[in-house]
């Protein structure tokens, strides 16, 4: 396969796309990962089960990251899996001590198993815990202290959540160690006229890339953007200028161009 003439620099692949699997699918990627960093992005691993990582799929990933040395492995503060079951929604987790404890249980397990820091992202939800003491930043902020994971920080998800849940989004992204934060994600949410829906099926919104701007002084610089695009994907051209976009503002970061956060009206 003859390498595209394209903007991009890295690209993400979802890990059960490849896992356990031979002939085209891992042809593609192995012709993709001979040009190309890679990161391996699971939805899979349902960090916030109570009962054990499943070992097979960590045996699974750990053999596919051995195969195409992925530059970071991620995978979401959610559940999906629980006694040989599997949902295809990233479910929620309560916030509070007890699930602290067992998520960063799974954390510990797994980076040991891999060998490597995997990074955590925030989801979009629809409902909360009435059980919740703390906050989904605060919950994602103290996952780092105990376990050393890394943060995948999707901006989108967090301004639906401050949308459905009524918060500062940028009270979320503030209380994210910055030093944690090794990715960003960036996608369109569906206007459901009473909720915003994670649909990833429309271009990045203007409140999101109006958010992405305001936060820069809480985010890395330099920090691996992308453009996530699952429904109604468009031509290619139209992702790279959608990510050509998220880098023009991570360069006004580099300029000193950044909003201040009180020019954000939430
Ligand atoms: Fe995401």
Known sequence: MEKP???????????????????????VLESIRKDYPITCHGVGMSLGSSNE?????LKDLKLLIDRVDPFLVSDHLAWNHFNGNRLHELIPV???????????????????????QIAVENISAYFQYTSST????????????????????????IYVNAKNFQFNPIDFIKTIPKKSITQIHLAGFTDMGNF????????????????LETSLEYIPENVPIMIEWDENVPEFHKLETELNKARKIMNKKAKNETKEPSEFIF
């Open 94 to 116: 309560p916030y509070h001590e007890e699930s602290l404890e067992v998520i960063a249980n799974h954390i510990d397990q797994v980076q040991n198993e891999l060998q490597r």
């Open 53 to 57: 990582i499943d070992p097979k799929y």
């Open 5 to 27: 003439n394209t903007d991009i620099d890295w690209f993400e692949v979802i890990s059960e796309n490849y896992m356990n699997t031979e002939g085209r699918p891992m042809s």
């Open 196 to 211: 915003l829906f994670d649909t990833h099926a429309e271009p990045v919104h203007s409140e999101v890339w109006n958010l």
């Open 134 to 157: 703390m906050n989904e930043c605060e919950f994602l902020s103290l996952l780092t202290q105990k376990t050393g994971c890394l943060i995948l920080l999707d901006i989108n998800n």
